[in-house]
């Protein structure tokens, strides 16, 4: 989702350069509460804000293949859309989208989202030992 850069109906803070976004893959961000934000950059140099946590059993979607403006799950392949952080058919389920912007270069992410969004998510018991799957 790429909302209007001017919308200051939004408290936008700066979470990374879309230069170190690899085209067609991801960055973690992490936040202080609750599972890390997958920010993703599409082949067309579009941004989308997902919690990084797979809508099937929990896989880190951060760490999946990016084609079009889907995420290829990377432990049963399901296709989540970037946009509505939707499952494609027949699966079925969703995880978080977040609000984000692109503005000269640098992608934000919604501030009062980040804080207060999908806080009671947690990884699956039998997904990855770390609270994070963001590489350090
Ligand atoms: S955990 Fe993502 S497809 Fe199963």
């Known amino acids: 989702m790429n909302p209007n850069p001017t919308d200051d109906t939004r408290r936008w803070i700066p979470v990374a350069r879309i230069d170190d976004i690899p085209v067609a893959g991801s960055r973690c961000?992490?936040?202080p509460q609750g599972l890390?934000?997958?920010?993703?950059?599409?082949?067309?140099?579009?941004v989308f804000?997902?919690?990084d946590r797979c809508p099937h059993k929990g896989?880190?979607?951060?760490?999946?293949?990016?084609f079009g403006h889907r995420v290829a799950c990377p432990l049963h392949n399901w296709t989540?859309?970037?946009d509505s952080g939707c499952a494609q058919e027949p699966d079925e389920g969703c995880t978080t989208p977040f609000a984000v912007s692109l503005q000269d270069g640098v992608v934000h992410l919604d501030a009062d989202e980040l804080a207060?969004?999908?806080l009671a998510e947690?990884?699956?018991l039998?997904?990855?030992a770390r609270r994070s799957s963001c590489t350090p």
């Open 29 to 31: 961000v992490q936040r």
């Open 36 to 46: 890390d934000v997958a920010v993703f950059r599409t082949t067309d140099e579009q």
């Open 49 to 51: 804000a997902l919690l």
């Open 59 to 66: 896989g880190p979607l951060s760490q999946g293949i990016v």
């Open 80 to 82: 989540i859309g970037l």
């Open 116 to 118: 207060t969004q999908a």
């Open 122 to 124: 947690t990884r699956p």
């Open 126 to 128: 039998a997904g990855p």
